[in-house]
């Protein structure tokens, strides 16, 4: 049973406009959120995060949005640039915890 | 340079043998991890280490079996490969750092990958 979804395997848009990227959690007990980036042929590299008791966090170009009541997390990448193209993978832990639950991903591609 | 090194980066072999793939660290963290990634299967856990006496099963530890042989050192072995065992192998750290909610964020630092392929 998959904890964390991310149920969009891929996403394009146009360079300058928004991107935003979903996932959807199920365990009700997860408190701590975030969003790792991956290219080809390297790690995935951590983006930014969220505590459950935010419901908003900005940093720079990205935020990420929480909505606790529907289990429900967003990144918003504005303007979105070619070099912002990988993979994004949506991450949660639960009371400090070390284990990271890791979505699937979704594929992002920005077009010049 | 980089903090978390994984060797071999591409690793070919049959059915049977014995595989062990490397990571280490110039971080200091105390905290190591080994992954796999399947194709839209994302990434999940296999072993992962507080410190070089604590060692811990994760989500899909069958098959797997790790040593943690120094802090900066955390080797992942596959005693007998099979083919299911394809994939791309991450090793990670971390360490506990203060979030702005003040509570520890587990953050974690990964390495390039290991290409492994079973025949």
């Known amino acids: 049973d998959q904890q964390v979804k991310q149920n969009s395997p891929s996403l394009s848009v146009q360079e300058g406009r928004i991107s935003i990227l979903n996932c959807d959690y199920t365990n009700s007990m997860f408190d701590y959120f975030l969003w790792y980036k991956k290219y080809p042929a390297e790690g995935p590299t951590f983006l930014i995060s969220i505590s459950s008791i935010k419901d908003k966090n900005e940093d720079g170009r990205f935020t990420v949005f929480l909505n606790k009541s529907a289990k429900h997390l967003s990144l918003h990448i504005v303007p979105s640039q070619p070099g912002d193209s990988a993979v994004y993978f949506c991450?949660?832990?639960?009371?400090?915890?070390?284990?990271?639950?890791f979505g699937k991903g979704t594929k992002l591609t920005v077009n010049p | 340079d980089a903090d978390v090194t994984q060797t071999p980066r591409n690793r070919i072999t049959k059915t049977g043998k014995r595989i062990m793939l490397e990571c280490s660290q110039t971080k200091g963290h105390d905290r190591m991890y080994w992954y796999r990634q399947d194709p839209g299967l994302g990434l999940r856990l296999i072993y992962y280490s507080f410190d070089v006496k604590d060692i811990n099963k994760g989500e899909i530890s069958d098959g797997y079996s790790v040593s943690r042989q120094a802090q900066a050192k955390f080797s992942l072995s596959l005693e007998s490969a099979i083919p299911n065992q394809t994939a791309l192998y991450f090793c990670a750290t971390s360490d506990f750092s203060p979030g702005t909610s003040g509570r520890a964020v587990n953050e974690q630092f990964f390495g390039p990958g290991t290409r492994l392929t079973v025949l």
């Open positions: 991450a949660a832990t639960q009371g400090g915890s070390e284990k990271l639950v």
